[in-house]
């Protein structure tokens, strides 16, 4: 079965602290997609990086860096240098060929950034 | 601009009425979706579309229903048979399915009087 676990449910971090928001997910399809996204307090979910399967090299971007291991079914996400700006809810979700359709989203990690 | 917009922000329904959150996006996308969060929660699937005129049940369609009449225009109606719809609702859309990037709307708080 199809399962993404965000086991931190919320984290609580002083501004440029580094912080890694943990992602393990369960397929067992070969052909998958993972992908993060934020929910800030207006709460419309922001894309912020989409993986497949087969691409395992890591991706940073600015302050923001993802770890995909397929060893350990996670899809790690890291922020550097945090800022009050972080400050949100952060979900991990999957997509495979089982379904198409369907995005298996974690419960999500909520980011308190303290100035 | 291209997006997704969601209205109302906040709608409350009264006991036994049916209330419909409205969903339109620009962006010419196929697949549109609708999900429920609720809080300290992940997003349950209520309803999907891949084309117009065709529809799927999700993971928690009991007590809503959907249409596709038009492209850009996905409509939920949360029912009286809905005893508990209390939650945040988000409508997304994606240019294709699954795999693709599914983009979000502002979400619509419903409440009961």
């Known amino acids: 079965a199809q399962k993404v676990t965000q086991a931190q449910t919320e984290i609580s971090v002083v501004e440029k602290e580094d912080v890694t928001l943990d992602c393990v997910y369960e397929?067992?399809?070969?052909?998958?997609?993972l992908f993060w996204y934020k929910q800030p307090p207006s709460g419309e979910l922001v894309f912020l990086i989409r993986r497949n399967s087969f691409d395992e090299q890591n991706e940073i971007s600015g302050r923001y860096s993802w770890n995909f291991q397929k060893s350990t079914s996670s899809f790690n996400f890291t922020i550097t240098a945090s800022q009050v700006v972080d400050s949100a809810v952060y979900f991990c979700?999957?997509?495979?060929?089982?379904?198409?359709?369907?995005?298996?989203f974690g419960s999500g990690t909520k980011l308190n950034v303290k100035p | 601009d291209g997006g997704i917009t969601q209205s109302p922000k906040y709608l409350f329904r009264k006991e036994g009425q049916n209330v419909t959150l409205s969903c339109e996006q620009n962006?010419?996308?196929?697949?549109m979706y609708w999900y429920r969060q609720d809080p300290g929660q992940g997003l349950r699937l209520i309803y999907y579309?891949?084309?117009?005129?065709?529809?799927q049940k999700g993971d928690i369609a009991e007590g809503y229903s959907v249409s596709r009449e038009k492209k850009e225009s996905f409509p939920l109606t949360v029912t009286s048979a809905q005893k508990n719809p209390t939650a945040f609702y988000l409508c997304?859309?994606?240019?294709?399915?699954?795999?693709?990037?599914?983009?979000f709307g502002a979400g619509t708080r419903l409440s009961v009087l």
């Open positions: 579309s891949q084309i117009v005129n065709d529809f």
């Open positions: 397929t067992r399809d070969t052909t998958y997609y």
């Open positions: 962006l010419n996308h196929d697949a």
């Open positions: 997304a859309s994606s240019k294709d399915r699954g795999r693709d990037i599914q983009y």
């Open positions: 979700a999957l997509s495979d060929t089982f379904n198409f359709n369907k995005f298996y």
